[in-house]
């Protein structure tokens, strides 16, 4: 059923139709209107689960390890600071094996305080063994959320899920949605069964204490269930695919890109912006596409390679900053090309918020065909 509704609440509906048992989160602009559409569910007898209050982040998604580890399908939705103070509880989720699934409205760490978007917050954690999902549109967010349970519970997988959307850029944008049936997911998205669950009368530990002789392994393991879970994105993606008309197989998705000589790279909402820039680049006779990553963890990087693997050049625009080095996703593009001979070049935009138009794409395609680039993109002028 399409409806016009806000992203935020798009991706709400879409929660209670995964029919979570167990709900745990703390309001945080601009991640606040989805827990109070929930807790609305929850009071209205919507949505059947317990909706726990509690008194920070890093609690809500404690309660969510708690439940999750006594075999309940289980959500939470933070952002920026937020994410920051469950840092250790998300290593914790991962390390665990629990398949949680978490909204990210992602938004710019401080300080300086900001509560507008980058994606600063959830790359912050792209080693903390969360599968990472990046929507381009309200559409996509909601979407993803389905897809996110499917994948997170596989037996196979086992690991919690961010689904990621631009805070505001999204969160707080209406659009038109196609909003699924109860019936609809019910049938993409089985009943929750958990691989392992506390029981008395069955009594197991999880997350317990591990020496160097098997510490090392468990991180392997984790790599590997990362790895292959490419395998059941495929899988489920193009399951969903075929039964309501969106294909989410694709860890990657091209625009104009058959014939490109420059390529684009981006995640997240600006790669709308993105494809209107190629359309008029296009028609000034530019041949310039876009690849467009949908799934930042596991990284797709046979995918990339073999995307861009005809073009002449490559800029990436990253709404992160690793610190001291490049940009995270420049850096993961750099290393699945590594020895292809094609320049890769990144390009630091939109932090904090700054606004990024077709007019910068066009500047940045500029740039990377005269060879200039791992910079940030944009400085006011006092501090060059």
């Known amino acids: 059923m399409m409806e016009i509704t806000e992203g935020s609440h798009a991706v709400a509906d879409a929660v209670r139709l995964c029919r979570p048992q167990v709900i745990s989160a703390y309001p945080i602009t601009p991640q606040t209107h989805i827990v109070e559409a929930l807790a609305d569910m929850v009071a209205n007898c919507q949505l059947d689960a317990e909706y726990m209050t509690v008194e920070n982040e890093l609690s809500a998604l404690s309660a969510c390890i708690g439940a999750s580890a006594a075999g309940s399908r289980t959500y939470s939705a933070t952002t920026s600071q937020g ?18 699934v978490m909204s990210i409205a992602n938004r710019a760490l401080g300080a300086p305080l900001s509560i507008w978007n980058d994606q600063q917050d959830s790359i912050s954690l792209r080693d903390a063994g969360w599968l990472q999902f990046y929507a381009e549109d309200n559409q996509e967010a909601t979407d993803l959320h389905y897809l996110a349970y499917r994948v997170a519970e596989d037996h196979s997988v086992l690991l919690p899920a961010f689904v990621c959307f631009d805070g505001f850029i999204l969160s707080h944008t209406y659009e038109p949605i196609n909003m699924l049936s109860q019936e609809d997911v019910d049938r993409f998205l089985p009943k929750f069964s958990p691989y392992e669950r506390l029981d008395a009368a069955d009594p197991i530990s999880f997350g317990m204490y591990a020496t160097p002789d098997y510490y090392h392994e468990f991180r392997y393991e984790m790599d590997r269930a990362l790895k292959e879970s490419k395998a059941i994105i495929y899988k489920r993606g193009k399951e969903f695919g075929q039964m309501f008309g969106r294909d989410y197989s694709a860890m990657v998705e091209g625009y104009r890109l058959e014939d490109a000589d420059t390529a684009i790279v981006a995640m997240g909402s600006i790669c709308g912006t993105t ?19 949908r799934v930042f963890r596991p990284f797709p990087t ?54 990024v138009r077709k007019k910068d794409i066009k500047a940045i395609v500029a740039l990377v065909e005269k060879g200039q680039g791992d910079m940030f993109y944009g400085l006011r002028r006092e501090v060059l």
Do not use: T, W
Not at 320 to 345: F, H, M, T, W
């Open 275 to 293: 494809k209107d820039a190629i359309d008029e680049m296009r028609d000034e006779g530019k041949k310039v596409g876009l690849l467009k990553i």
């Open 83 to 100: 994410l920051a103070l469950m840092f250790e509880v998300c290593f914790n989720a991962a390390g665990m094996r629990l398949p949680i």
């Open 302 to 355: 046979e995918e990339v390679a073999k995307a861009l693997s005809h073009v002449h050049r490559i800029a990436v625009l990253d709404k992160n900053i690793s610190l001291g080095a490049k940009g995270a996703v420049a850096l993961e593009v750099k290393d699945a090309l590594y020895g292809s001979g094609i320049p890769v070049k990144g390009y630091i935009i939109g932090l904090g918020g700054r606004d």
